[in-house]
């Protein structure tokens, strides 16, 4: 611990009491999360549903039944404006739906039908957005992915689209927008899909969103990122954050212009002595990977990503960005008493400057004021990656199927430019989109040939049934691999070259997002992942990490490119595309950027502007 962030949280326990400096309304917006009254879940799902209709339990493995509820299911609206908010006290700009941080909580059944209405109302500046809904198969709708570039263009400034798209696996995720970076500006919020449980618990206690914050507008961090030297650090984030809330002490803050409110108010849970809590924990944030720890309990592992696990007991959680993973937690403290919460942007991996977020759980019979006393549980901060992968089963059996039918290599590495920007390259090509060209409906119309070659880094697999990435990181920081449309297994991870052994050959560790450790040229850091290419479609795979993505870190993939063919898009997406196409005529775009990410001019003259003033 640094002896500022140190002083930060010895601060905060200091304090006599846990009473926000600022109201909800101006750290959070309309968001209710991290504060008393949030709801808990309903734990037999939305409407009371408590049976799965005639499912077995074997048929409740998400990955071999194609569940239609049949019942229809939720639909929401989504209004996506700029705005300020004070998260951790610091006043800044921000991008919100509907005026919450974090963003409305999508809740639904397991076969229900998630309809949402997005709505472009970004201005001063506009930008386009976009809404990806993170770990949805999209088996039926490829089209509703929500990245730009690939399955539609940008939603464009006063325009809206609607996705409609089935809750094909349950557990826990979220949505974020897929423009840019975007996402870290406010723009994510909790997906709950309720389903069976193989697990039994008392109370769902609902999302806790885990995320590092910056002060400063992601404009001008992705400016930062993207500019030649001398800017070789990484930006550092400023805060951490539990459910959108931390106190930040602002003696410690470094733009002294920035307005600023020490104790801004920390997040708050209730427990009840002797029940068993489901916590459902997700990180949104940019960059960091948490560690996630409750003083003096311990925690029982039994999903990660929308897959659901052997159980298995840990005291801490480690969650690259991305990543989700669903604990137990008995309640075991006394009617009284009060515990800290902790989730640590680790200090091993990740650059943060206040890298400790705190919440206070308080049990039935305490002060919900008062200052909690305990003690931080110690972990290994070590490994730059997930828990290994040998403790890690998946309760439904869904071992890979022998060898791939293809294997690609994908080697990470990072390097200048000729023009001195320092860009992330997988296999030698840095990404950049085109948002005015979706490759989705360009491989629908038959159409693979990529005017902009190698820069829209396409791989089509064709018909191979199944495909193994081998993902070797050269670079020294871990990496959070993404694929959407799949949960991939995890055969092995490393650092050389893969020797062929798998971790769990019957039953291999499976998810939708795995950290790959950082390496070096020499000796390369490795994860091998295999899936079966049984969804017709175009899916990303690509780094979580914000910046990363913005630097390049990202290919896309097309698989059973004849099945698609085949397949009818619905006019939303050329709808997209044509109000998105009429935009862009009338305003002048300059790509600063290499990845999901093209900037408009005055976008970059406010960007330069506040770079400037440093
Ligand atoms: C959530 O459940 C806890 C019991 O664990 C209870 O004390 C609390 O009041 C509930 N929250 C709401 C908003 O009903
Ligand atoms: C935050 O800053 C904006 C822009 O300066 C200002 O309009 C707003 O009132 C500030 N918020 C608070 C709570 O002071
Ligand atoms: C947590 O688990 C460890 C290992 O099983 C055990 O030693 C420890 O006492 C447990 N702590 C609590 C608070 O239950
Ligand atoms: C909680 O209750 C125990 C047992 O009655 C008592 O010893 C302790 O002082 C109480 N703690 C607080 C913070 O009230
Ligand atoms: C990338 O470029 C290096 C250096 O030119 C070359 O050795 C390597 O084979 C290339 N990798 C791929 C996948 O093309
Ligand atoms: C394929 O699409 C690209 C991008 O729109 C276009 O430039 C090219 O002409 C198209 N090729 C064919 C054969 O239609
Ligand atoms: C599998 O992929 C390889 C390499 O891209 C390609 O040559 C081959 O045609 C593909 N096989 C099928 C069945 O599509
Ligand atoms: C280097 O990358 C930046 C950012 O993507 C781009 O603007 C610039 O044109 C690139 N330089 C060269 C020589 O390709
Ligand atoms: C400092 O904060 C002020 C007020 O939010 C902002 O206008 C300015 O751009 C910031 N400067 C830097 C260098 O971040
Ligand atoms: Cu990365």
């Known amino acids: 611990m640094t002896a500022s962030a140190a002083a930060a949280v010895a601060s905060l326990t200091a304090l006599s009491s846990l009473v926000p400096a600022l109201p909800q309304t101006v750290t959070n917006g309309a968001s209710l999360l991290g504060t008393l009254s949030a709801p808990n879940l309903s734990v037999t799902g939305v409407d009371g549903i408590v049976s799965w209709g005639a499912n077995t339990v074997s048929n409740y493995n998400p990955y071999a039944t194609d569940f239609n509820s049949g019942r229809g299911g939720p639909t929401y609206n989504f209004n996506i404006a700029r705005g300020y908010k004070s998260p951790d006290g610091v006043n800044r700009s921000v991008i919100l739906v509907n005026g919450q941080f974090p963003g409305p909580t999508i809740e639904a059944n397991w076969g229900d039908t998630i309809t949402v209405n997005v709505c472009n109302q970004i201005t001063g500046p506009e930008e386009g957005t976009s809404i990806h809904w993170h770990g949805i198969l999209q088996k039926a709708t490829p089209w509703y992915d929500g990245v730009p570039a690939v399955a539609q263009c940008p939603i464009a400034p006063g325009s809206c689209m609607t996705y409609s798209f089935l809750a094909d696996v349950y557990g826990t995720s979220w949505w974020h927008s897929h423009y840019s970076a975007q996402y870290s500006a406010g723009v994510a919020g909790p997906m709950i899909i309720h389903g069976p449980s193989q697990v039994e618990y008392d109370i769902d206690i609902g999302p806790i969103m885990l995320s590092d914050w910056f002060h400063l507008p992601y404009e001008s961090i992705v400016d930062e990122v993207m500019a030649s030297p001398p800017n070789p650090l990484p930006p550092f984030s400023d805060s951490n954050l539990i459910n959108g809330k931390m106190s930040f002490d602002c003696s410690q803050l470094t733009n002294k212009t920035q307005q600023c409110t020490s104790n801004a ?308 997406t050329a709808n997209t595309c044509a109000s998105w196409d009429a935009y862009t005529a009338k305003n002048v775009v300059d790509e600063i950027d290499s990845g999901e990410k093209r900037m408009f001019k005055r976008d970059m003259a406010i960007a330069r502007a506040v770079a400037g003033g440093r």
């Open 265 to 572: 108010g920390l997040s708050k849970f209730k427990f009840e002595s002797g029940k068993t809590y489901r916590l459902r924990l997700i990180n949104s944030g940019a960059e960091g990977i948490q560690r996630f720890t409750i003083d003096d309990h311990n925690m029982t592992i039994f999903a990660n990503d929308f897959v659901p696990v052997v159980p298995y007991n840990t005291n801490v959680v480690t969650l690259g960005v991305g990543q989700r993973t669903d604990v137990l937690v008995k309640a075991t403290g006394a009617p009284n008493s009060t515990f800290w919460m902790r989730s640590d942007l680790s200090p091993t991996c990740d650059a943060a400057s206040h890298p400790y977020a705190l919440a206070a759980i308080y049990y039935e019979d305490a002060d919900t004021s008062s200052v909690p006393h305990t003690t931080a549980t110690p972990y290994d901060d070590s490994k730059c990656g997930n828990d290994n992968l040998a403790l890690t089963t998946p309760y439904y059996n869904y071992a890979a199927t022998g060898n791939a039918a293809l294997t690609q290599d994908l080697t990470i590495t990072a390097a200048p430019n000729a023009s001195d920007v320092f860009l992330f390259y997988v296999n030698n090509v840095t990404f950049r989109a085109n948002y005015n060209h979706p490759i989705l409906p360009l491989a629908n119309a038959g159409n693979f040939s990529y005017p902009d070659d190698p820069e829209w880094a396409v791989y089509n697999f064709n018909a191979n049934a199944s495909v193994r990435l081998i993902v070797y990181n050269t670079f020294l920081a871990s990496h959070p691999m993404h694929l959407h449309g799949h949960n991939f297994n995890v055969l092995a991870e490393g650092f050389g070259t893969w020797n062929g052994v798998i971790t769990h050959a019957a039953n291999t560790q499976r998810r939708d997002t795995q950290l790959v450790q950082g390496g070096t040229p020499t000796n390369p850091a490795y994860i091998v992942l295999q899936y079966n290419t049984d969804n017709p479609g175009t899916w990303p795979f690509h780094c979580h990490i914000a910046w990363h993505v913005s630097g390049g870190l990202y290919i896309n993939t097309i698989e059973q490119d004849a099945l698609l063919e085949k397949r009818v898009i619905p006019a939303v």
